[in-house]
């Protein structure tokens, strides 16, 4: 774990079965922005793009969105974006987190609505927020660091 005292950067995954969104982000502007969308089959990610990214970003820790059920129970993605949490640290070597994602789905394609609104009704992919959803989690890891548990 970096020194939370000194400047240092995250990416963020937005786990799915058919995409995983991903987001950058640094603690000296506390600031998140969405990237990229990575393509997933059963969640599987290419894990040559994932790779991409991290080599391109070179963050200190990435951070894994957990799916929990409103009620605070795992939900039936909690351990895939577990094992896939695993297999970053794994293959890149580098600290991962998990932090708690509820409603951020729902929060990026509010999001998206506003902002179709506000250029007069131009419509956007809904399908297509999951960098967005990333974004997200990061900010509240930025907001209060420790959101993060170990896989």
Do not use: C
């Not at 799916?67 to 993605?77: A, C, K, R, T």
């Not at 990026?108 to 007069?120: D, I, L, T, Y």
């Not at 419509?123 to 990333?134: E, N, W, Y």
């Amino acid at each position: 774990m970096p020194d939370l005292n000194k400047p240092f950067s995250l990416l963020a995954f937005d786990f799915g079965l058919k995409q995983i969104g991903v987001a950058y982000g640094q603690t000296l502007t506390n600031s998140a922005k969405g990237i990229a969308i990575i393509k997933a089959v059963d969640g599987v990610p290419q894990w040559s793009e994932v790779g991409a990214v991290i080599e391109l970003w070179t963050p200190n820790i990435a951070l894994v969105g957990l799916p929990i059920n409103m009620d605070g129970s795992e939900s039936v993605l909690s351990g895939r974006a577990r094992k896939f949490a695993r297999r970053l640290h794994g293959r890149f070597n580098i600290d991962v987190q998990m932090v708690d994602e509820r409603l951020t789905s729902r929060e990026a394609k509010s999001f998206v609505r506003e902002q179709s609104e506000r250029q007069q009704g131009r419509s956007h992919d809904l399908t297509k927020i999951d960098h967005i959803a990333a974004a997200l989690i990061l900010q509240s890891w930025l907001n209060d660091p420790t959101l993060g548990q170990q896989p």
